[in-house]
């Protein structure tokens, strides 16, 4: 029952069984929608609630990887009143992402992203941007997207100088604190400020009001997507008028549009061809070109709502695996003395290692790659089906709403040697030589997968190793490292770390 309690306690929400009885007699008068299709089995559901009893709704992740091991990899749950089927497991996901990749590449309707992203309606899409639309806008949106991020110079070595401008000024931040105790979160500024620069044009002083004001309300949109009343909202959107988590989420996206508005009007005043220095640059310029098209797609709401996908979305996922990264190494100090040998014997004194090296530095890799499995930062993000789809047996009408479970991929115990121990030789041959591994899905698969998958990949390594070659990451004095906080992830959008300090000694 633990979705029912994370509310028990609320008086407010009692008001809303009254109106989830109505919902429910409307729901069941009318029948299933999908009576007459071959859903796969699961857990019987109960009126109203469906099978949300069996969710720990702040680690969904979990719960669905315990029903598995009743019903299997493949089965069916109802969250409320919506039929969900859940892919659990590496063959079963991976089957979904790789070889239907054109029947699982869509979106299902998300109340909260609905109101986040429907701008004012303009054609028959349900959510402008790139993350959460689906159709011709999407594809044509991340089609441009992909195209914009190659000519800023991501995966190039132009973004490469970034990064090194960029880990100057944290680790010059870092030296600030004098040797004394701060938080991890302060790791997030350097991530930030690359994507900040790819959408800007320009990299932001760590101390600038913008930058903080972002920095702010980025945090708390993730906070705010995390709260088990947002979920709540999710699964019964009639009744928000009776919520209001999702109404102080808005708020907050609103404020950054502001922000985001200003960024626009400010690029359309100095557009030039020849000079395109960000994404909005990019973005303005491509509607100038199709401003006399009947129906572009690339209209002020869709703008505004790319532009927004990767300045939220695009800077949460690297910046906390940045601060997992700092916390493991801190509970494992002979993982983070070998990294540090190797960097010493491959790098020469005094040099920086180039995102090349990373061939050179197959345990410093080997590292990376583990962390990424170990944390299962975004456990899912829902897919549904873009046509009536036939998968192991089951008829799946489209629009079937389904979670494909990564954390079951990177925790599958078929796939990883000791899947719930941070082991970096799963990632390691019997030589010693980097492995890699089909099953590392951090960053999903097929064509719903990460589009800053190289960007980031370039940033952990360069933010990781130059970390390392100036610092020494310890627990605060009076924290063993027993103390040290793995297990329980604060739940957000993405899982971070409980709120910790690390310690940093500079090294000789």
């Known amino acids: 029952m633990a979705f029912l309690t994370s509310f028990i306690c609320d008086p407010a929400l009692i008001c809303l069984l009254c109106g989830l009885v109505l919902l429910g007699a409307l729901y069941f008068s009318t029948g299933s929608k999908n009576s007459a299709c071959k859903l796969p089995p699961g857990p019987s559901p109960l009126p109203i609630i469906g099978n949300l009893h069996l969710l720990d709704i702040r680690r969904q992740d979990k719960s669905l990887m315990k029903l598995a091991e009743e019903y299997g990899p493949v089965f069916t749950l109802h969250f409320g009143f919506q039929k969900v089927v859940v892919l659990t497991g590496y063959e079963a996901v991976k089957e979904a992402l790789v070889n239907f990749t054109e029947e699982f590449v869509d979106r299902p309707a998300i109340p909260i992203f609905e109101e986040i992203q429907h701008g004012n309606g303009t054609g028959p899409w349900r959510n402008n941007g790139v993350f959460f639309s689906t ?16 000519n800023l110079g991501m995966g190039k070595q132009l973004m490469e100088e970034h990064i090194f401008e960029e880990l100057h000024f944290l680790t010059e931040m870092i030296k600030s604190h004098q040797g004394e105790p701060f938080s991890l979160r302060s790791f997030n500024i350097a991530p930030t400020n690359i994507t900040f620069h790819m959408v800007f044009g320009e990299r932001f002083d760590y101390k600038d009001p913008t930058f903080l004001s972002l920095l702010r309300l980025i945090d708390e949109v993730m906070v705010l997507l995390g709260s088990p009343y947002l979920h709540f909202f999710n699964f019964y959107p009639l009744l928000g008028f009776f919520l209001k988590t999702h109404k102080i989420l808005l708020r907050r996206i609103e404020d ?38 009947k129906e572009s797609l690339f209209h002020d709401e869709n703008l505004v709502a790319s532009i927004l996908d990767l300045v939220v979305a695009g800077t949460e996922t690297t910046a906390t695996t940045l601060q997992w990264s700092i916390l493991l190494m801190m509970k494992h100090p002979e993982i983070q003395k070998k990294v540090q040998e190797e960097i010493g014997r491959v790098v020469e004194p005094g040099s920086r290692a180039t995102y090349e090296d990373r061939r050179r530095l197959p345990f410093t890799n080997a590292v990376i790659h583990e962390v990424q499995r170990f944390i299962t930062l975004l456990p899912h993000v829902p897919r549904c089906t873009a046509v009536d789809t036939h998968f192991r047996g089951y008829l799946l009408p489209k629009g079937t709403t389904v979670i494909p479970s990564l954390t079951s991929v990177l925790l599958d115990k078929t796939q990883w040697e000791t899947p719930y121990e941070f082991n970096p030789n799963h990632f390691l041959d019997a030589n010693g030589k980097f492995l890699k591994k089909d099953a590392f899905l ?61 310690w940093a000694v500079l090294r000789k």
Not at 260 to 272: E, G, T
Not at 458 to 471: C, K
């Open 135 to 150: 159709g011709e806008l999407w594809r044509t949106t991340r089609r441009f997207t992909m195209s914009a991020m190659r």
């Open 256 to 293: 950054m549009r502001i922000i985001l508005r200003n960024y626009i009007k400010a690029s359309r005043q100095d557009i030039n061809e020849n000079n395109i220095r960000s994404y909005i640059d990019a973005m303005v310029f491509k509607q100038e070109e199709e401003k006399n098209k």
């Open 442 to 502: 951090a960053f999903s698969s097929g064509r719903r997968s990460c589009m800053g998958e190289s960007l980031a990949k370039m940033e952990l390594f360069l933010f990781f190793v130059g970390l390392l070659q100036t610092f020494t990451f310890r627990a605060p004095p009076g924290v063993t490292e027993s103390d040290l906080d793995l297990t329980v992830p604060q739940t957000t959008f993405t899982l971070r770390p409980q709120p910790q300090s690390t």
